[in-house]
T-cell receptor, first 118, second 112 residues
Framework: GAVVSQHPSRVICKSGTSVKIECRSLDFQATTMFWYRQFPKQSLMLMATSNEGSKATYEQGVEKDKFLINHASLTLSTLTVTSAHPEDSSFYIC??????????????FGDGTRLSIL | GQQLNQSPQSMFIQEGEDVSMNCTSSSIFNTWLWYKQDPGEGPVLLIALYKAGELTSNGRLTAQFGITRKDSFLNISASIPSDVGIYFCAGPGGGSNYKLTFGKGTLLTVNP
């Protein structure tokens, strides 16, 4: 089945540090990847849609200068949390969908990154 | 925007019991997806539904795409302890980027 790998699984760092999270589709090409944020006991909140070779599309209220997204290839998207602060601590999850014109292809998720800012 | 109402929010059941949860939407969907999330992990796709009235099984799991295209349910039969987790329904979030809208999840606890 489809596999999406996310790295690292956990990060603990000091306030002011920038943190990069990688999302890779291991056995399929993904022109579109998605970045979500999840707080405890809540559902997934879409932050941005990452499109290969073009700028990411951010959801309302998400700071694009704070959460930098790069989708340089069909199998890799990165999310960089710049100058992270304690309020950025959360569970970040990426997903990818098959390269297909069909609108109903499901998304497949990575295992998430637990980010803790001290 | 589109909203999904998922219920119940949580369930506490005994091992061996059957479980049912459902989602309703404020607008018509052409796809319904059911995911399960274990603690500290990403969601895993359980069942995908693409056609109104469709009934699909995956082992002890059965899901149906409502005939009105505004609802879906997920049933789990003969629950076991490893069924514990959060179950999310999801559907197309609109727009051209294939976004998903998620329900708020159903937390399932199974007592051995």
């Amino acid at each position: 089945g489809a596999v999406v790998s996310q790295h690292p699984s956990r990060v603990i760092c000091k306030s002011g540090t920038s943190v990069k999270i990688e999302c890779r589709s291991l056995d399929f090409q993904a022109t579109t990847m998605f970045w979500y944020r999840q707080f405890p006991k809540q559902s997934l909140m879409l932050m941005a849609t990452s499109n290969e070779g073009s700028k990411a599309t951010y959801e309302q209220g998400v700071e694009k200068d704070k959460f930098l997204i790069n989708h340089a290839s069909l199998t890799l998207s990165t999310l960089t949390v710049t100058s992270a602060h304690p309020e950025d601590s959360s569970f970040y999850i990426c997903s990818a969908r098959y390269h297909s014109k069909l609108s109903n292809q499901p998304q497949h998720f990575g295992d998430g990154t637990r980010l803790s800012i001290l | 925007g589109q909203q999904l109402n998922q219920s119940p929010q949580s369930m506490f059941i005994q091992e061996g019991e059957d479980v049912s949860m459902n989602c309703t939407s404020s607008s018509i969907f052409n796809t319904w997806l059911w995911y399960k999330q274990d603690p500290g992990e990403g969601p895993v796709l359980l069942i995908a539904l693409y056609k109104a009235g469709e009934l699909t099984s995956n082992g002890r799991l059965t899901a149906q795409f409502g005939i009105t295209r505004k609802d879906s349910f997920l049933n789990i039969s003969a629950s076991i302890p490893s069924d514990v987790g959060i179950y999310f329904c999801a559907g197309p979030g609109g727009g051209s980027n294939y976004k998903l809208t998620f329900g708020k999840g159903t937390l399932l606890t199974v007592n051995p």
